[in-house]
């Protein structure tokens, strides 16, 4: 009987003929559509509590670095490059190559959480906590001079924290599923240019984090 | 056996994303243009930028129309969202 109802629910056609796709591809791309919301709701917070905050928002490069960050933001491009040469690379047939292009994309990815976690400790430092400024440091005598807005740091400090550190958090799962993938599949010699879903899937996680990113350090370090 | 297939320029497209990253660097300075100039320009460097993302490296140029709504659907509720919230200030 059951297995009648399952024969009856089974679509009368291959799933992957609706999208034209595989299911792997398919289920990471509505993951990331659900990401889109949650970076959206994110971003779209910032913008809100932006717009309507209680003064003016501190001035680009007072409180964070730019430089730095953007060598971060063209490590992460030049890491999303790498990843898409693996993908090439294994799609031509070249594992080696692949494995190459792989290896260089997880460093990058490692080098860009390795500075994020560099610039979170200067700045709790300098006294730029989630919560604001910290009493008594650097930012607090700047907030003092009238040289930072004490009105709006608590929100400057909270959107920063919050929305750098969920990115963080995804870079951070991005690499480990490549370490893995690179461990256990891409060593091994276990992708051909027949099997290569893997690459292409984590791929598409990998450039999703590049773009958020993209558009982060516009809005959080640049405007 | 290594075959190649032709692929979309990556290279030239980290060229672009290079530049455009540096342009943007360069709009952080002082310059002698508006605020909302400057937010405009940024915003759309951002835009071009997270475009070539999407469309190159995760190839939604290349797929068909319906995964490329996939891809997009959720942006514009996600722009309802700000506009409703937003209004909170206007109102």
Known sequence: MSQATAEAMR?????????????????????????????????????????????????PGVVLSI???????????????SMVKAYAAIADGDPKKMNFWLLMTIIG????????????????????????VREGSELAELVAAGSLPAATMGLYGSTFFTMTGFHGFHVTCGVLSMLYLYVTKALPGKYSVADHAGIEVVGLYWHFVDLVWIILFTIVYLV | MATTHKHPPYILIWVYLAV????????????????????????????????????????????????????????????????????????
């Open chain 2, 20 to 91: 455009l990253t540096a342009a943007e660097l360069g709009l952080a300075f002082e310059l002698p243009i508006s605020r909302n100039m400057k937010l405009l320009l940024l915003m759309i460097l951002a835009i071009w930028k997270a475009l070539l993302v999407g469309m190159y490296f995760m190839h939604l140029k290349f797929e068909k129309w319906n995964l490329r709504l996939l891809a997009i659907v959720p942006i514009p509720l996600a722009l309802i969202f700000i506009a409703a919230g937003m209004s909170e200030h206007i109102w």
């Open chain 1, 11 to 59: 679509p009368p056609f291959p799933a992957e003929r609706g999208l034209d796709v595989y299911n792997k591809k398919l289920g990471m791309w509505i993951f990331l559509a659900s990401e889109v919301m949650f970076f959206g709701a994110l971003i779209g917070s910032y913008v809100i509590l932006r717009f309507g905050a209680p003064g003016e928002w501190a001035r």
């Open chain 1, 67 to 81: 430089q730095i960050t953007a060598f971060n933001t063209f490590l992460l491009i030049c890491s999303s490059v």
């Open chain 1, 109 to 132: 990815g490692a080098c860009f959480v390795g500075i994020q976690v560099f610039e979170y400790i200067h700045l709790v430092e300098r006294g730029f906590v989630p919560s604001g």
